[in-house]
């Protein structure tokens, strides 16, 4: 069972996102994303929480499979292990060009990945994949934990020909210069579906023709429970230009490996030939459809159950 203050932490955690949900219904996800943005003194104390959560109290279950927070990363590792380095991409490119013939497309592209993968980690804190070889890693989040990581707000940084670092913090991204983007954990953060798709537009344009998105998201229902919902991300990134390789739901959450397509209609054709009913161009989670019950933008003390941290590092935000 957690102890009261892991639970104290991943309660102002899972208040700080509902807070920001809460605020984007009121003012507008942009105008709400802006606010806390600004709001530094929380974005530090989020950090803090957050860094702490995992390299004190997350590394106690590590190799457990209960362990949201370490399994999160070895799968990503796992899979730019066998994507990259076992050239599981070459299938892939492969059927890519198979599809592209289909469509009357001509690819004008092929991979081309650095021996070190440059990896992106998005909302990092604290840099967790810097201990991996296999990387060469750009950590960046709003606030960031330690030295490991660069100051930048995703949703708004610029992306140009260059990647530029002034005084830790980010001014511009290099436009494909990236083998690997990693969201763990990042896009229930976010407020809104909209901004959601804004983040992974972003990766788009960032990532190397047949680059990874990696995507974990925090869900300890079973399996079925949120099946239409994933499978509307699948369709909406596939809109955007990313086939889905990979797909695992863990005890406590679901990881989901997305490759840019070397041509963006090569994706489409999926969304457009397996479309359903229920889907539509949108990334929501549970809590969006959740009754907000608080419409203030203060951080509220929430009686909490230890059931709710049972496994994971924080309760499904």
Known sequence: MASYEHKQLAQYLKDVHSNLRISAVTLGAKEAWARHCKNKDALLTYAEYMEKLATVFWEENYGNEDSSATSRIQWSVELCNDYFIKKEFVKFSAKDFEISKKLNIQL??????????????????????????????????????????????????????????????????????????????????????????????????????????????????HVGANCKLMKCWQYTLACLGFSRIRYEKLKHMH?????KALHKDVAVRWATIHKKPFMDFSIHIPQDHSKLEHHNTTIPNIDISPDDFKHLPFSDL
Do not use: M, W
């Not at 990881?255 to 490759?259: A, E, K, N, Q, V």
């Open 108 to 221: 004008s592209h092929k991979e081309s990945f650095t021996e070190t993968l440059q990896l992106l980690d998005v909302g990092s804190c604290y840099n967790p994949f810097r201990s991996y070889n296999l990387f060469n890693v750009l950590a960046i989040d709003l606030c960031p934990a330690n030295q490991y990581v660069k100051e930048c707000d995703f949703l708004n940084v610029h992306i140009g020909k260059e990647t530029i670092v002034h005084e830790n913090i980010i001014k511009e991204l290099k436009q494909k210069s990236f083998d690997v983007i990693t969201f763990c954990f990042l896009l229930e953060y976010i407020p809104s579906s909209d901004l959601r798709i804004t983040a992974c537009e972003n990766a788009y344009k960032l990532l190397k023709p047949g680059g990874l998105l990696i995507i974990s998201t925090p869900d300890s229902k």
């Open 255 to 259: 990881c989901i490996g997305f490759r």
